[in-house]
T-cell receptor, first 112, second 110 residues
Framework: AAGVIQSPRHLIKEKRETATLKCYPIPRHDTVYWYQQGPGQDPQFLISFYEKMQSDKGSIPDRFSAQQFSDYHSELNMSSLELGDSALYFC???????????FGPGTRLTVL | QKEVEQDPGPLSVPEGAIVSLNCTYSNSAFQYFMWYRQYSRKGPELLMYTYSSGNKEDGRFTAQVDKSSKYISLFIRDSQPSDSATYLCAINTGGFKTIFGAGTRLFVKA
């Protein structure tokens, strides 16, 4: 079965640079979530989109922005990167009428 | 107080043991309960999903929900070394936001 796809899988950036993470949800899933997971921590909710509109906002820094496109894929844009932004970034998608989220493999971002 | 509390462990058991993982929550509006398994550096994998009090069984896994006590459990029977992972409970009100527990690290020794 098709799963959530994230790209890139690994990304190395320097401080103050920008990064763009991409997420392709499971086909026919209309809701996308972004999470940040630091070492040894649980996933921290950043932001979610439903039908291309922001549906909820968590602990997303102002330096980050995200959007969902007409094909339902989503991009997380991160600017002025800081060392503390180094983490695993997960995208999850949810289908219509469902409550379960299905996670992608994650993007490991390293800021040097 | 966090909305979802989960003992981070680590929990170490011998192969074949029954494992009990637990979470408590504070908001009675929570209706949907999930357990995820996460291997190191991998995305969380949905194991169990339930929305009512009682038990739900899937192979060696049983999810239990007690809404009156605001307590959920995941039992793993005949635990295997391949079950060694972090187990996260996740709870949802039916809206867009899902609250995750801190995750319990489980080690099953061969």
């Amino acid at each position: 079965a098709a799963g959530v796809i994230q790209s890139p899988r690994h990304l190395i950036k320097e401080k103050r640079e920008t990064a763009t993470l991409k997420c392709y949800p499971i086909p026919r899933h209309d809701t996308v979530y972004w999470y940040q997971q630091g070492p040894g921590q649980d996933p921290q909710f950043l932001i979610s989109f439903y039908e291309k509109m922001q549906s909820d906002k968590g602990s997303i820094p102002d330096r980050f922005s995200a959007q969902q496109f007409s094909d339902y894929h989503s991009e997380l844009n991160m600017s002025s990167l800081e060392l503390g932004d180094s983490a695993l970034y997960f995208c999850a998608s949810r289908g219509q009428g469902g409550n379960e989220q299905f996670f992608g493999p994650g993007t490991r971002l390293t800021v040097l | 107080q966090k909305e979802v509390e989960q003992d981070p462990g680590p929990l170490s058991v011998p192969e074949g043991a029954i494992v009990s993982l637990n979470c408590t929550y504070s908001n009675s509006a929570f209706q949907y309960f999930m357990w995820y398994r996460q291997y190191s550096r991998k995305g969380p994998e949905l194991l169990m999903y339930t929305y009512s009090s009682g038990n739900k069984e899937d192979g060696r896994f049983t999810a239990q929900v007690d809404k009156s006590s605001k307590y959920i459990s995941l039992f793993i029977r005949d635990s295997q070394p391949s079950d060694s992972a972090t187990y996260l409970c996740a709870i949802n009100t039916g809206g867009f936001k899902t609250i995750f527990g801190a995750g319990t690290r489980l080690f099953v020794k061969a």
